[in-house]
């Protein structure tokens, strides 16, 4: 048996089309821009009462703020229409990132077990995350969040059904 190792045209490899892949819900924005809300609002407040006690005024700190407010805002809205999820015949892909953008695809035959997971917010927005993970560690593992409990359910189940069908 002789052993060979020939190359691949580049051109012939298959790609994943944007067209392809499912955007999250649009209450999982609402959800993350919620959380931020409650995390300036109670540092706001930490501030002011510091403010009242220390040697600094409540204008030191809100240029400084503001400008955080303002880069998570826009960091949020925009990054929230590139992250999205593909399932195809013998993988799942998820993509996010604005700044630093990443895709992680992980073939059926390589995921070890998959949950739905659900914080209180996410409970609040009626959301839940898929987390799916692999033998390979925690960068290959993908988690799914701002699904419907309804979709992150029927999505997980049909998950477990095709990495089972690979054993």
């Not at 045209?9 to 994943?16: A, F, G, I, R």
């Not at 955080?68 to 949020?76: D, K, P, Q, R």
């Not at 739905?116 to 033998?135: E, M, N, S, W």
């Amino acid at each position: 048996m002789e052993f060979t190792n020939q190359n691949i045209e580049l051109s012939s490899l298959p790609e994943v089309e944007d067209s392809d892949f499912h955007g999250l819900e649009k209450d999982y924005l609402y959800m993350r821009l919620t959380a931020w809300g409650i995390f300036f609002f109670v540092s706001g407040l930490v501030f002011s009462i510091w403010s009242l006690f220390g040697s600094f005024t409540w204008w030191h700190w809100l240029a400084p703020w503001a400008a955080l407010l303002a880069f998570i805002l826009v960091i949020e809205i925009k990054g929230f229409s590139i992250k999205g999820y593909s399932i195809r015949e013998k993988d799942i892909s998820y993509k996010s990132g604005l700044i630093f953008f990443s895709m992680t695809s992980i073939p059926f035959n390589r995921i070890q077990h998959c949950e739905v997971g659900q914080g209180p917010l996410g409970r609040a927005f009626d959301l839940a995350a898929v987390k799916i993970y692999t033998a390979g560690g925690s960068s290959s593992d993908i988690i799914i969040r701002g699904l419907q409990e309804e979709r992150a359910q029927k999505l997980r189940d049909y998950i477990t059904k095709l990495s089972a069908n690979y054993e």
